[in-house]
């Protein structure tokens, strides 16, 4: 697709919050609650917040991060222009209110906004960070996905306006949700790896890498959205995100109340809900399937792809990757705010039928041979399947993939993954077929980004090669079209790559943040203004 650079994320790690309203107002209050206020007792100010994260992020540079752990990182210490709540609305942040307008969108910012480190934070830092996002040589985490090079952005006083030279449908959200960095760190970003420069609630106090980050909350804090100011009854004093790379573990730390929150997804949860802990959770693709389409792989055949995902029993194998919590794919699109979800999805996904797999591999030109496996010019039909090590309902569900296969005749290499090896074999040595393999966007352009324009080796994110043009067509038309048509072509388009198997969306389940003696929204991470400690 011609507008989009490289989208600077990984895969599982597509978190660009994308979505569409018209406009917003300032709103007042003082201590609202969290959504999903449960009663189980009075909010108590002060003492330690404490989440375990799974993976340590790496760095916290708000700019190029793209791991799972440094986005959540992120959202400790900057904000946005304004806040997505975990039903996908816009709600007043940095900006009071907004107007949309014909190529532009023009905010009003809240006045005596902040940096940590007490310098003002003005229309003209917003305008600099749309600016540097928009220009391709940096190379950010919203380039592509939600900045394009056509935007640019200039401030008047308090008010900032963004134009673009193409029709945006998505302009609010992709403009509004851009997580905003404070002057000194825009001027020297190589210090943002260790420390943070943004006007959040919390600021980073002081960190020990691979271990513990702690946050201290600010004094001065008058922004947030509903009104929250650092005086609103419930919040911590202090965050404490702690890297804690064992789940069950994790489990453990929450039962015994020595952490508020971690996100739990394999058998844990039964202990958990058993306890009755409280549970704010987001779509999972955790069953999502991709595939290597580069020449040599042999899911580069369309009916090679298609035999695949026709021999599995969606039912058997969606409970077994989701513990039990299975349900039905709505989009590929999974994350906050849920853009273009609704009323979806318009593809059809193939009825289990093994004796048609076969036919499929049969016209494909592999065919049975000695010993009940299928070959073609005298080599085997192999399948290296890859999935996510730590995750621990992949492995069982994978051995159920494997075990199917074998009855179809094609030889299944299951390769478990670390983050290392996800890396290096995604993007670097494409060694591998097919898998347990999710991207996590919150918009359909960043879904584009995967499965339209440059590959790795060009710089993209396209890492399985897909060359789809109806899917093209249809997402360059979407890109650029009116608010009221965009999301039917957008969905027409998700349809054109499930229906040629360019991914097979075999089941999602919610993905559940455990909480102890806390209430908080998570709309895709935990959001700090909401936290409130439970007495």
Known sequence: MSRHGKASATVAVIL?????????????????????????????????FVKAISADPGHLDPLTGVSLAARE???????????????????????????????????TLHDGVTCSDGKPFTAQTAADNINYHADPKHATFYYGSQIHKGVSAKAEGNTLTVTTKENDPFLLANTGTVEMVCGAGLADPAKLKTTTDGTGLYALG??????????????????????????????????????????????????????????????????????????????????????????ERPT?????????????????????????????SK????????????????????????AKAGSLLDQAGWRLGAGGKREKDGKPLTVKFIYDAATGTHAPAAELVQQTWDELGVTTKLSANDANAW????????????????????????????????????????????????????????????????????????????????????????????????????????APTTIRMLG
């Open 331 to 354: 989009s590929l699109v999974v994350k906050n705010p849920l853009l273009c979800v609704a009323g979806g999805p318009k593809w059809t996904l193939p009825a289990t039928d093994l």
């Open 206 to 295: 002081g960190s020990t890498p691979g271990s513990t980050y702690t946050y201290t909350k600010r004094k001065d804090y008058a922004w947030g959205p509903k009104g929250v100011t650092s005086q609103t009854k419930g919040l911590p004093d202090s965050l404490e995100i702690r890297v804690v790379t064992d789940e069950s573990t994790a489990a453990n730390l929450l039962l015994s109340s020595e952490i508020n929150a971690a996100v739990v997804l394999g058998t844990d949860r039964k202990r958990l809900d058993g306890a009755k802990l409280g549970s704010v959770g987001v779509r999972n693709p955790v069953g999502e399937m991709l595939f290597n389409e580069r020449a």
């Open 423 to 526: 890396s290096e074999q995604l993007f670097q040595t494409f060694d591998w077929d097919t898998g347990f393999v999710q991207i996590a966007p919150g918009g359909p352009v960043t879904v584009s980004t995967f499965f339209a324009g440059a590959t790795p080796d060009k710089g993209g994110n396209n890492f399985m090669f897909v060359d789809n043009p109806e899917y093209e067509a249809l997402a360059e038309k979407a890109a650029t079209a009116t608010p009221e048509t965009t999301c039917d072509l957008w969905q027409q388009a998700e349809a054109a790559l499930v229906e040629r198997t360019d991914v097979f969306p075999l089941a999602d389940n919610e993905q559940r943040t455990y909480l102890s003696g806390v209430e908080l929204e998570q709309p895709n991470f935990v």
């Open 16 to 48: 660009a919050a994308t979505g569409l309203t018209a406009c917003g107002s300032a709103q007042s209050g003082g201590s609202a609650a969290p959504a999903g206020r449960t009663g189980a007792g009075t909010y108590v100010s002060g003492g330690v």
């Open 73 to 107: 990182m992120v959202g400790y210490a900057y904000e946005s222009l304004v806040y997505s709540t975990p039903d996908g609305k816009f709600e007043p942040w940095l900006a009071t209110r907004w107007e949309l307008g014909e190529k532009k969108i023009t905010y």
């Open 300 to 328: 580069s055949d369309p009916l090679v792809r298609q035999a695949l995902v026709t021999a599995l029993d969606r039912k058997a194998i969606g409970d077994v990757v989701s513990d039990g919590s299975a349900t039905d």
